[in-house]
Protein backbone atom coordinates (compact mmCIF):
# COMPACT_ATOMS: atom_id res chain seq x y z
CA UNK A 1 0.00 0.00 0.00
CA UNK A 2 1.32 3.43 -1.16
CA UNK A 3 2.27 5.14 2.09
CA UNK A 4 0.95 8.73 2.49
CA UNK A 5 4.66 10.74 2.27
CA UNK A 6 4.89 8.85 -1.25
CA UNK A 7 1.12 9.91 -2.24
CA UNK A 8 1.17 13.18 -1.39
CA UNK A 9 5.21 13.31 -2.92
CA UNK A 10 3.03 12.11 -5.61
CA UNK A 11 0.54 14.64 -6.12
CA UNK A 12 3.05 17.81 -5.12
CA UNK A 13 5.59 16.23 -8.33
CA UNK A 14 1.65 16.78 -10.57
CA UNK A 15 1.38 20.28 -9.27
CA UNK A 16 -2.38 18.83 -8.34
CA UNK A 17 -2.21 20.10 -4.65
CA UNK A 18 -4.77 22.94 -4.59
CA UNK A 19 -3.60 26.51 -4.25
CA UNK A 20 -5.23 28.84 -1.20
CA UNK A 21 -7.89 31.30 -2.38
CA UNK A 22 -9.38 33.90 -0.06
CA UNK A 23 -12.27 31.20 -0.17
CA UNK A 24 -10.36 29.65 2.41
CA UNK A 25 -10.66 32.64 5.03
CA UNK A 26 -14.45 32.97 4.67
CA UNK A 27 -14.23 34.97 1.14
CA UNK A 28 -13.68 38.14 2.86
CA UNK A 29 -14.38 41.08 0.60
CA UNK A 30 -12.50 43.77 2.69
CA UNK A 31 -9.45 43.89 4.70
CA UNK A 32 -8.78 46.75 7.86
CA UNK A 33 -6.51 47.37 10.57
CA UNK A 34 -7.58 47.83 13.93
CA UNK A 35 -6.73 48.79 17.41
CA UNK A 36 -8.57 45.72 20.32
CA UNK A 37 -9.90 47.11 23.77
CA UNK A 38 -6.40 46.14 25.09
CA UNK A 39 -4.26 48.04 23.24
CA UNK A 40 -3.21 45.02 20.77
CA UNK A 41 -3.23 45.47 16.83
CA UNK A 42 -4.99 42.99 14.70
CA UNK A 43 -5.92 42.86 10.26
CA UNK A 44 -9.34 41.85 10.26
CA UNK A 45 -11.26 40.28 7.00
CA UNK A 46 -14.98 41.58 6.69
CA UNK A 47 -17.45 40.55 4.75
CA UNK A 48 -19.89 43.18 2.85
CA UNK A 49 -22.31 42.81 5.88
CA UNK A 50 -19.89 43.78 8.17
CA UNK A 51 -19.62 40.59 9.87
CA UNK A 52 -15.27 39.20 10.56
CA UNK A 53 -14.09 36.34 8.71
CA UNK A 54 -10.89 36.23 10.06
CA UNK A 55 -8.46 38.19 12.55
CA UNK A 56 -4.81 37.73 13.11
CA UNK A 57 -2.61 39.96 15.56
CA UNK A 58 0.07 42.72 13.85
CA UNK A 59 3.12 43.81 15.52
CA UNK A 60 2.21 47.41 16.22
CA UNK A 61 -0.45 49.95 14.45
CA UNK A 62 -1.46 49.13 10.82
CA UNK A 63 -2.80 51.78 8.50
CA UNK A 64 -3.56 50.06 5.20
CA UNK A 65 -2.90 46.57 3.76
CA UNK A 66 -2.54 45.51 -0.07
CA UNK A 67 -4.44 42.12 -0.48
CA UNK A 68 -2.73 39.57 -2.65
CA UNK A 69 -5.07 39.18 -5.78
CA UNK A 70 -5.47 35.29 -5.47
CA UNK A 71 -3.36 33.81 -2.40
CA UNK A 72 -5.29 35.01 1.11
CA UNK A 73 -1.90 36.71 1.76
CA UNK A 74 -1.31 40.67 2.81
CA UNK A 75 1.09 42.89 3.20
CA UNK A 76 0.56 44.92 6.56
CA UNK A 77 2.32 48.44 6.33
CA UNK A 78 3.18 50.27 9.72
CA UNK A 79 1.56 53.97 9.76
CA UNK A 80 3.72 56.18 8.74
CA UNK A 81 7.40 57.05 8.90
CA UNK A 82 7.15 53.22 9.55
CA UNK A 83 10.40 51.44 8.44
CA UNK A 84 9.08 47.93 8.21
CA UNK A 85 5.87 45.85 7.00
CA UNK A 86 5.00 42.46 6.95
CA UNK A 87 3.64 39.61 4.89
CA UNK A 88 0.89 37.50 6.53
CA UNK A 89 -0.50 34.22 5.81
CA UNK A 90 -4.44 34.61 7.12
CA UNK A 91 -5.38 31.48 7.19
CA UNK A 92 -3.01 31.46 10.07
CA UNK A 93 -1.49 34.84 10.90
CA UNK A 94 1.87 33.37 10.16
CA UNK A 95 4.22 35.99 8.76
CA UNK A 96 5.41 34.82 5.19
CA UNK A 97 7.93 37.37 4.86
CA UNK A 98 9.25 40.81 6.53
CA UNK A 99 9.43 43.89 4.37
CA UNK A 100 12.79 46.27 5.97
CA UNK A 101 12.89 49.69 4.64
CA UNK A 102 16.87 50.21 2.85
CA UNK A 103 18.58 52.30 4.68
CA UNK A 104 17.54 55.79 4.55
CA UNK A 105 14.03 55.06 3.53
CA UNK A 106 10.47 54.65 5.32
CA UNK A 107 7.56 53.43 4.24
CA UNK A 108 4.06 55.55 3.71
CA UNK A 109 1.91 52.64 4.65
CA UNK A 110 0.79 51.59 1.40
CA UNK A 111 1.30 49.82 -1.30
CA UNK A 112 -0.01 47.72 -4.27
CA UNK A 113 0.42 44.53 -6.01
CA UNK A 114 0.70 44.01 -9.93
CA UNK A 115 -1.97 42.00 -11.93
CA UNK A 116 -0.31 38.79 -11.48
CA UNK A 117 0.85 39.04 -7.64
CA UNK A 118 4.22 38.58 -8.61
CA UNK A 119 5.89 42.03 -7.81
CA UNK A 120 4.81 44.04 -5.02
CA UNK A 121 5.00 48.04 -5.11
CA UNK A 122 5.35 50.28 -1.95
CA UNK A 123 5.22 54.19 -1.55
CA UNK A 124 8.95 55.18 0.23
CA UNK A 125 10.39 58.48 1.13
CA UNK A 126 14.46 58.82 0.04
CA UNK A 127 14.50 61.40 3.42
CA UNK A 128 17.74 62.13 3.15
CA UNK A 129 17.51 63.34 -0.50
CA UNK A 130 13.96 64.64 -0.11
CA UNK A 131 12.48 62.80 -2.45
CA UNK A 132 9.82 59.95 -3.22
CA UNK A 133 10.33 56.35 -4.43
CA UNK A 134 8.66 53.16 -5.33
CA UNK A 135 9.94 50.08 -3.91
CA UNK A 136 9.78 47.31 -5.99
CA UNK A 137 9.45 43.39 -3.79
CA UNK A 138 9.29 40.27 -5.96
CA UNK A 139 6.52 38.15 -4.35
CA UNK A 140 7.84 35.25 -5.72
CA UNK A 141 11.15 34.85 -4.04
CA UNK A 142 10.15 35.58 -0.74
CA UNK A 143 9.33 39.32 -0.95
CA UNK A 144 13.40 40.39 -2.14
CA UNK A 145 13.79 43.66 -3.03
CA UNK A 146 14.73 43.88 -6.79
CA UNK A 147 14.17 47.97 -7.92
CA UNK A 148 13.49 51.28 -7.31
CA UNK A 149 11.65 53.64 -9.06
CA UNK A 150 11.66 57.57 -8.63
CA UNK A 151 7.95 58.36 -7.80
CA UNK A 152 8.36 61.80 -9.86
CA UNK A 153 7.53 64.05 -6.61
CA UNK A 154 7.85 64.48 -2.71
CA UNK A 155 6.64 62.62 -0.25
CA UNK A 156 4.56 59.43 -2.09
CA UNK A 157 1.25 58.25 -0.16
CA UNK A 158 -1.11 56.30 -1.79
CA UNK A 159 -0.34 54.43 -5.24
CA UNK A 160 -2.82 52.04 -7.25
CA UNK A 161 -2.70 49.71 -10.01
CA UNK A 162 -4.25 51.23 -13.62
CA UNK A 163 -6.30 49.29 -15.40
CA UNK A 164 -3.49 48.94 -18.46
CA UNK A 165 -0.71 47.42 -15.47
CA UNK A 166 1.02 51.02 -14.95
CA UNK A 167 0.41 53.03 -12.06
CA UNK A 168 -0.85 55.92 -10.32
CA UNK A 169 0.95 57.73 -7.46
CA UNK A 170 -0.36 60.50 -5.10
CA UNK A 171 2.21 62.52 -4.33
CA UNK A 172 1.76 64.59 -1.11
CA UNK A 173 4.48 67.53 -1.75
CA UNK A 174 5.52 67.13 2.14
CA UNK A 175 9.23 66.63 2.62
CA UNK A 176 9.26 64.96 6.44
CA UNK A 177 13.05 63.48 7.93
CA UNK A 178 12.61 61.25 10.41
CA UNK A 179 14.46 63.00 12.89
CA UNK A 180 12.14 65.65 12.98
CA UNK A 181 9.08 63.29 13.39
CA UNK A 182 6.19 63.81 11.53
CA UNK A 183 7.25 68.01 10.61
CA UNK A 184 6.68 69.10 7.59
CA UNK A 185 9.59 71.04 6.44
CA UNK A 186 8.58 72.36 3.21
CA UNK A 187 5.28 73.65 3.31
CA UNK A 188 5.91 77.56 1.68
CA UNK A 189 7.37 75.35 -1.45
CA UNK A 190 5.29 71.92 -1.32
CA UNK A 191 4.77 71.38 -5.07
CA UNK A 192 2.21 67.66 -4.76
CA UNK A 193 1.34 66.24 -8.33
CA UNK A 194 -0.80 62.78 -9.52
CA UNK A 195 1.92 60.75 -11.33
CA UNK A 196 1.04 58.14 -13.79
CA UNK A 197 3.92 55.64 -14.24
CA UNK A 198 4.89 53.19 -16.28
CA UNK A 199 6.97 50.34 -14.39
CA UNK A 200 10.30 51.58 -15.39
CA UNK A 201 9.59 54.30 -13.30
CA UNK A 202 8.71 56.75 -16.40
CA UNK A 203 6.29 59.35 -16.75
CA UNK A 204 3.12 58.87 -18.68
CA UNK A 205 1.08 62.10 -17.22
CA UNK A 206 1.42 64.25 -14.48
CA UNK A 207 -1.03 66.99 -13.47
CA UNK A 208 -0.69 69.10 -10.10
CA UNK A 209 -3.80 70.62 -7.94
CA UNK A 210 -4.85 74.26 -8.40
CA UNK A 211 -3.71 75.08 -4.72
CA UNK A 212 -0.24 73.94 -3.90
CA UNK A 213 -1.00 73.74 -0.09
CA UNK A 214 -3.79 70.58 -1.50
CA UNK A 215 -1.68 67.43 -0.28
CA UNK A 216 -2.54 65.14 -2.91
CA UNK A 217 -2.86 61.82 -0.42
CA UNK A 218 -5.27 58.73 -1.69
CA UNK A 219 -6.93 57.57 -4.42
CA UNK A 220 -9.22 55.05 -6.17
CA UNK A 221 -9.38 53.24 -9.63
CA UNK A 222 -12.52 52.96 -11.34
CA UNK A 223 -12.26 50.01 -13.85
CA UNK A 224 -12.82 51.99 -16.78
CA UNK A 225 -8.97 54.30 -15.72
CA UNK A 226 -10.77 57.36 -14.21
CA UNK A 227 -8.54 57.91 -10.89
CA UNK A 228 -10.92 59.28 -7.67
CA UNK A 229 -8.48 61.98 -5.72
CA UNK A 230 -8.36 62.90 -2.05
CA UNK A 231 -6.06 65.99 -0.42
CA UNK A 232 -5.20 67.17 2.56
CA UNK A 233 -5.27 71.14 2.97
CA UNK A 234 -1.98 72.30 4.37
CA UNK A 235 -3.20 75.94 4.83
CA UNK A 236 -6.05 77.22 7.25
CA UNK A 237 -9.11 75.79 7.08
CA UNK A 238 -11.37 78.74 6.32
CA UNK A 239 -9.70 78.92 3.48
CA UNK A 240 -9.36 75.41 1.85
CA UNK A 241 -10.68 74.85 -1.26
CA UNK A 242 -11.92 71.71 -3.19
CA UNK A 243 -10.24 68.29 -1.56
CA UNK A 244 -11.64 65.86 -3.90
CA UNK A 245 -11.17 65.70 -7.82
CA UNK A 246 -10.90 63.08 -10.66
CA UNK A 247 -8.63 62.37 -13.12
CA UNK A 248 -8.51 60.67 -16.56
CA UNK A 249 -4.83 60.58 -18.30
CA UNK A 250 -4.72 63.75 -20.77
CA UNK A 251 -7.35 65.36 -19.48
CA UNK A 252 -7.67 68.34 -16.77
CA UNK A 253 -8.02 67.40 -13.32
CA UNK A 254 -12.01 67.82 -12.15
CA UNK A 255 -11.75 69.27 -8.42
CA UNK A 256 -14.94 69.22 -6.48
CA UNK A 257 -16.56 69.94 -3.12
CA UNK A 258 -15.65 72.45 -0.11
CA UNK A 259 -12.43 71.46 1.98
CA UNK A 260 -14.28 73.41 4.74
CA UNK A 261 -17.15 70.73 5.29
CA UNK A 262 -13.98 68.63 5.49
CA UNK A 263 -12.59 69.97 8.23
CA UNK A 264 -9.83 70.38 5.09
CA UNK A 265 -9.00 66.79 5.53
CA UNK A 266 -9.77 63.95 3.49
CA UNK A 267 -9.09 60.49 5.15
CA UNK A 268 -9.94 58.12 2.46
CA UNK A 269 -11.19 57.98 -0.71
CA UNK A 270 -13.01 55.32 -3.05
CA UNK A 271 -15.58 54.79 -5.82
CA UNK A 272 -19.23 52.85 -5.02
CA UNK A 273 -19.20 49.43 -6.40
CA UNK A 274 -21.66 50.50 -9.64
CA UNK A 275 -18.90 53.23 -10.02
CA UNK A 276 -21.75 56.06 -10.37
CA UNK A 277 -20.60 58.01 -7.41
CA UNK A 278 -16.95 58.82 -5.75
CA UNK A 279 -17.09 58.78 -1.94
CA UNK A 280 -14.61 60.65 0.82
CA UNK A 281 -14.28 60.49 4.49
CA UNK A 282 -13.19 62.96 6.99
CA UNK A 283 -12.62 61.72 10.18
CA UNK A 284 -11.79 65.21 11.45
CA UNK A 285 -14.94 66.83 10.68
CA UNK A 286 -16.80 63.70 11.06
CA UNK A 287 -18.72 63.75 7.41
CA UNK A 288 -18.98 61.54 4.23
CA UNK A 289 -19.16 63.34 1.20
CA UNK A 290 -20.61 61.29 -1.88
CA UNK A 291 -20.40 63.13 -5.29
CA UNK A 292 -23.00 61.95 -8.03
CA UNK A 293 -20.60 61.30 -11.23
CA UNK A 294 -22.91 60.41 -13.87
CA UNK A 295 -25.23 63.76 -13.12
CA UNK A 296 -24.42 66.87 -12.53
CA UNK A 297 -21.62 66.28 -9.62
CA UNK A 298 -24.57 66.99 -6.79
CA UNK A 299 -23.01 66.16 -3.45
CA UNK A 300 -24.65 64.34 -0.38
CA UNK A 301 -23.60 64.82 2.71
CA UNK A 302 -23.54 61.89 5.93
CA UNK A 303 -22.32 62.79 9.49
CA UNK A 304 -20.85 59.54 11.38
CA UNK A 305 -18.08 60.59 13.76
CA UNK A 306 -14.52 59.36 13.50
CA UNK A 307 -15.85 57.95 10.03
CA UNK A 308 -12.45 56.94 7.83
CA UNK A 309 -12.58 54.04 6.01
CA UNK A 310 -14.33 53.72 3.12
CA UNK A 311 -15.13 51.33 -0.42
CA UNK A 312 -17.39 50.21 -2.84
CA UNK A 313 -19.70 47.70 -2.59
CA UNK A 314 -22.12 45.97 -5.23
CA UNK A 315 -24.72 48.18 -3.79
CA UNK A 316 -22.75 51.10 -2.97
CA UNK A 317 -20.32 52.05 -0.31
CA UNK A 318 -19.66 50.60 3.31
CA UNK A 319 -17.84 53.19 5.81
CA UNK A 320 -15.77 52.10 9.09
CA UNK A 321 -15.20 54.19 12.18
CA UNK A 322 -13.24 54.81 14.93
CA UNK A 323 -15.98 53.51 17.29
CA UNK A 324 -16.05 49.86 15.70
CA UNK A 325 -19.06 50.40 13.59
CA UNK A 326 -19.57 50.04 9.90
CA UNK A 327 -22.78 51.13 7.57
CA UNK A 328 -23.45 51.27 4.20
CA UNK A 329 -24.84 54.03 1.76
CA UNK A 330 -27.12 53.62 -0.74
CA UNK A 331 -29.96 56.12 -0.96
CA UNK A 332 -29.07 56.55 2.89
CA UNK A 333 -26.81 55.55 5.55
CA UNK A 334 -27.56 52.35 7.33
CA UNK A 335 -26.15 50.94 10.21
CA UNK A 336 -24.54 47.15 9.59
CA UNK A 337 -22.66 46.17 12.48
CA UNK A 338 -20.59 47.44 15.37
CA UNK A 339 -17.49 45.41 16.60
CA UNK A 340 -15.04 45.65 19.90
CA UNK A 341 -12.79 47.50 17.72
CA UNK A 342 -11.26 51.13 16.53
CA UNK A 343 -10.72 50.88 13.18
CA UNK A 344 -8.14 52.32 11.48
CA UNK A 345 -7.76 54.75 8.60
CA UNK A 346 -8.35 52.15 5.36
CA UNK A 347 -10.88 49.61 4.05
CA UNK A 348 -9.03 47.52 1.62
CA UNK A 349 -11.40 45.99 -1.28
CA UNK A 350 -10.27 42.46 -2.21
CA UNK A 351 -12.27 42.81 -5.43
Known amino acids: ?20 TWADVGDPTFLSAARTPDGGYILAGLDARGSIRFRIPLPARGHAAAAHPQRPEAVAFARRPGTFAVVLDCRNGDVLARLDSPQGRHFYGHGTYDQTGEVLFTTENDFEAGRGCIGVWDARRGYRRIAELPSQGVGPHDLRLMPDGTLVVANGGIDTHPASGREKLNIPDMRPNLSYLDVDGQVLDQVEPSAHLASVRHLSVRNDGLVGIGMQWQGEVAAAPALVATHRRGEVLREMGDGRRLDGYVGS ?4 GDSGRLAVTSPRAGVVQVFDLDGDGTEHC ?32 AHLARHDLAWDNHLVSLA
Request: proline letters at 4%; aromatic letters at 8%; hydrophobic letters at 45%.
Open 302 to 333: FEDKDVCGVAGTTRGLICTNGQGGLFSIANAA
Open 1 to 20: METRRGFLAGVLASGLVPMP
Open 269 to 272: VAFS
